[in-house]
């Protein structure tokens, strides 16, 4: 779809695949890399032919977070680094209010910044190999992208106060168990069980998708009649497109809907 030096971007069917495509240095985050994920996500989410995402990395890593040479050689000064910083910051905001589902595919390490890029997914399938670690403290840094935000949804602040903090790592069965990661495969099922998730949503209702996520992404800051008035909202919304008053005829037809999960591939 697109010429990139660090990334690659492919489209098939309905389901885009954003590979991390660094292997030597396990995917990790250089410069070069910041701007063209940046360019990717914003053709996710402009590409109105996508329906699904799925975020991988290649060489048996996921993402092992930025790459500390280019942070060596970076330029020096506060203003400047806030400014990298603020672009990065756009990059997983972008993802994290996605209007398409996004399924991260991790093998390996997901590290530092590959960490918070796992936790901008709507799905996380990881490998037995899988690791997980918000490494920022052991080098004097704090989290970024987003994993402030995003780790505390998925564990709880107490459980993110620790991971963040201690800087330690959590294996693929301990993620499971936190609730990081949705599903462990073995490796060689990793992409085609991603895939198959991703495939499951070409089907569904985009609104209905990308008004659900947006009130999953407020619900901690709205209090409980702010919820039901926005529900309210969005539901009146859904009630008025052609997929549900297709959706519902099929029901008194006594058809299959359109729409039905799969994680599991045929």
Same mark, same amino acid.
């Given at each position: ?17 954003? =590979? ?14 910041? /701007?063209?994920?940046?360019?990717? !996500? #914003?053709?996710? $989410? ?22 500390? *040479?280019?942070?060596?050689?970076? +330029? ?24 398409? &589902?996004?399924? @991260?595919?991790?093998?390996? &390490?997901? %590290? ?5 890029? @796992? ?5 996380? !399938? ?16 704090? &989290? ?7 780790? &505390? ?21 301990? @993620? ?11 490796? #060689? ?5 991603? *895939? =198959?998730? /991703? ?13 659900? +996520? ?5 619900? %901690? ?6 919820? $039901? ?6 539901? /009146? ?5 052609? %997929? ?23």
């Amino acid at each position: 779809m697109a010429d990139f030096e660090t990334i690659a971007l492919e489209v098939d069917g309905g389901v885009a695949t954003l =590979t991390l495509k660094r292997p030597e240095r396990r995917n990790a985050i250089d410069m070069t890399m910041r /701007a063209e994920l940046r360019e990717a !996500v #914003d053709r996710l $989410v402009r590409d109105a032919a996508i329906r699904a995402c799925v975020l991988t990395g290649s060489g048996g890593s996921f993402c092992a977070g930025g790459d500390i *040479t280019s942070m060596r050689d970076r +330029k020096p000064g506060i203003e400047d680094a806030r400014e990298r910083m603020r672009q990065t910051g756009e990059t997983v905001l972008a993802l994290l209010s996605l209007e398409k &589902p996004l399924i @991260a595919a991790v093998d390996g &390490p997901a %590290y530092g910044a590959g960490f918070g890029l @796992a936790a901008a997914a709507d799905f996380v !399938v990881a490998t037995p190999r899988a690791r997980f670690c918000a490494s920022f403290a052991r080098i004097g840094l704090v &989290p970024d992208f987003a994993l402030h935000h995003s780790l &505390p949804r998925r564990v709880g602040m107490g459980r993110a106060r620790e991971l963040i903090l201690s800087a330690r790592e959590v294996d693929a069965e301990e @993620a499971l168990a936190l609730g990081i990661v949705s599903r462990i495969v073995a490796e #060689d099922r990793l992409m085609e069980t991603a *895939t =198959t998730m /991703a495939k499951s949503f070409v089907e569904a209702s985009s609104t209905a998708f990308a008004l659900s +996520k947006n009130l999953l992404n407020q619900s %901690y800051g709205l209090d409980l009649r702010q919820t $039901v008035e926005a529900e309210s909202l969005a539901q /009146a919304a859904c009630l008025e497109t052609a %997929y549900h008053k297709e959706a519902t005829q099929r029901f008194l037809d006594g058809k299959p809907p359109r729409f039905r999960w799969q994680a599991d591939p045929a």
